[in-house]
């Protein structure tokens, strides 16, 4: 059965023209960039490196495109990991998306709202606003019925 675990993360936007973007290199520090639009990436890290991690983006983008805007936007997010062998099989009672490939991601509805699915060693990380934290929460125990 699978383990609900809450999940401290860093979450970095940038918002820059899609040519910028597609020519940016991901910063170090464990960060993931996760393309969620032509023109926007999402970088999910451990929040003990969040400044480095906006730093870095931002001097890197600026150098792509002037007009680029990179915001610690952390505070906004909220994220549950799904650990264990059922990850997978959890997921599938909170959503009809299928789960990320290796190393990857999804986004789409999960528990009637959007979030991102990544693909973590040892299970699944679910991002969603903030708001809809305790939600997710409800939803994992009540319909996936996961361990917490």
Known sequence: ?????????????????????????APGHGARMLRTAPDEAL????????????????????????????????????AWSLAGDDASRALSFLSHLDPPDAGGFVQGDVARVAAKVLDEPGGLTILVPAYWREHLRERAIVDARVNT
């Open 43 to 78: 970088f999910v890290a451990r929040p003990t490196v969040a400044a480095d991690v906006r730093r870095e983006v931002e001097d890197r983008i600026a150098a792509l495109d002037a007009d680029a805007l990179v915001l610690d936007v952390s505070d906004g997010w909220a």
């Open 1 to 25: 059965m699978a383990e609900l675990q809450d999940r401290a993360v860093a979450v970095v936007l940038c918002s820059a023209n899609a040519a910028a973007l597609d020519a940016l290199v």
